[in-house]
Nanobody, 121 residues
Framework: VQLQASGGGLVQAGGSLRLSCVAS????????MGWFRQAPGKEREFAAT????????YYADSVKGRFTISRDNAENTVYLTMNNLKPEDTAIYYC???????????????WGQGTQVTVSS
């Protein structure tokens, strides 16, 4: 599966952004989807993940209550809605697809190209 992320940008602290990730192919609904992020000088980290049907979601503690992951299997798209953004949310955000649900980014099989999110104070 090929993934194309978009929606990043520059926003002030307290603002909102919605990231989108469109997948190619007809098997999107079979994949667990996730969002990860990588800040400068840091390792890639888990942000959120959603099951194949969208029935369950999981979040990193750092984004819980502010970020929402969702998916539209008819449109082959997964979203990350980010509210109350903080400067420490600044990172490149990557969407990813996997056959099983887990938080370790090294275990995910398919990655998008990333989209930059910058939050100014």
């Amino acid at each position: 599966v090929q993934l194309q992320a978009s929606g990043g940008g520059l926003v002030q602290a307290g603002g909102s952004l919605r990231l989108s990730c469109v997948a190619s192919g007809r098997t999107f609904s079979r994949y667990v989807m996730g969002w990860f992020r990588q800040a400068p000088g840091k390792e890639r980290e888990f942000a959120a993940t959603i099951t194949t049907s969208g029935g369950r979601t999981y979040y990193a503690d750092s984004v819980k209550g502010r970020f929402t992951i969702s998916r539209d299997n008819a449109e082959n798209t997964v979203y990350l809605t980010m509210n109350n953004l903080k400067p420490e949310d600044t990172a490149i955000y990557y969407c990813a697809a996997n056959s099983i649900l887990q938080q370790d980014p090294s275990s995910w099989n398919y990655w998008g190209q990333g989209t930059q999110v910058t939050v100014s104070s």
